[in-house]
Nanobody, 129 residues
Framework: QVDLVESGGGSVQAGGSLRLSCAAS???????????MGWFRQAPGKQREGVAG???????TYTDSAKGRFNISREPAKNTLYLQMTSLKPEDTGMYYC????????????????????WGEGTQVTVSS
């Protein structure tokens, strides 16, 4: 069992920044650096999409719209995953979810939600123009 708790969402104006955090806790082997983790978002009326992923080697993957603006990172000492978002746009609005592919060092499609077996409840991000 892995618990993921997101925080850091909020309302910002276009061009602003937010840093999302995801605190992970597991009943065994509590070390996020050993597994793949990702951030997903779901805009109103749309399907959930992958935003960024990171594997156990630290390799990162971003959706095209996030490249150059978002940065995924982790802090193993705090067992926390981050998503630094800059130059936010109204189209970035949505519920952001943290996900973990617990037990897997890397996955075929880091932005594919089927790769992940644990999910947080989400944190809302709203970007106004």
């Amino acid at each position: 069992q892995v618990d993921l708790v997101e925080s850091g969402g909020g309302s910002v104006q276009a061009g602003g920044s937010l840093r999302l955090s995801c605190a992970a806790s597991a009943h065994f082997y509590n070390d996020i650096s050993g597994y793949c983790m990702g951030w997903f978002r779901q805009a109103p009326g749309k399907q959930r999409e992958g935003v960024a992923g990171i594997d156990s080697d630290g390799r990162t993957t971003y959706t095209d719209s996030a490249k150059g603006r978002f940065n995924i990172s982790r802090e193993p000492a705090k067992n926390t995953l981050y998503l630094q978002m800059t130059s936010l746009k109204p189209e970035d609005t949505g519920m952001y979810y943290c996900a973990a592919a617990w037990g897997r060092h890397r996955v075929e499609t880091p932005l594919g939600e089927d790769e992940y077996n644990y999910w947080g409840e989400g944190t809302q991000v709203t970007v106004s123009s």
